[in-house]
């Protein structure tokens, strides 16, 4: 598995955002969003196994892994480490775009789906997968404008997601404010909730490893 790096640090965003929690970060994604704030895993990392992987995170003193990108689904033993950190008690999500098949993963892991809005450069066209999702999963949109927010919103409706799974909504900033979009989600009246980069608050823009 090709790995951009290893590291503990606090939840950012998400219902489980303050919880402290283990990341691994896949190397390698098949979408250029205009505004990702992960392009440094684009290329390089070093290979590693299942085995190792799960070692390094196993001296880590917390019990939720988040496994990221890049696109983790890029790495076809992706649902193997996912049975490996299971099968070792832990708690384990997978940030995805959507774009690719996420059927194979284990049922425990809660899936946390990135949809694309039109602003990203990347809009995603089957949303299919939406009707599919499981109930511990949950749906971000990362939006850059309100026409980006209006969307969201659209597509959250039409596939019945408050109803079903933890919606969210966050600002590319400074594109959009924090106040800004908390404002369009009040005035929408959609059960959904607004997340912000906790850990760019704690560390600053640009900071990894945290």
Known sequence: ????????????????????????????????????????????GEERSRQSIVAELGAMAVRHACLTGGEPLLQPDLPELCHDLIAAGWEVTVETHGQRDAEGLPPAVSRIFDVKPPGSGEEASDLAYLDRLRPHDEVKFVVASQVDFDWSVEVARRHRLPERVAVLFSPVVPAVEPKALAEWLLASGIEARLSLQLHKVIWGEGARGV
Do not use: N, Y
């Open 1 to 44: 598995m090709r790995v951009s790096e290893v590291f503990k640090s606090i939840q950012g965003e998400g219902t489980r955002a303050g919880r402290p929690c283990a990341f691994v970060r896949f190397t390698g994604c098949d979408l250029r969003c205009v505004w990702c704030d992960t392009a440094h895993a684009f290329q390089g």
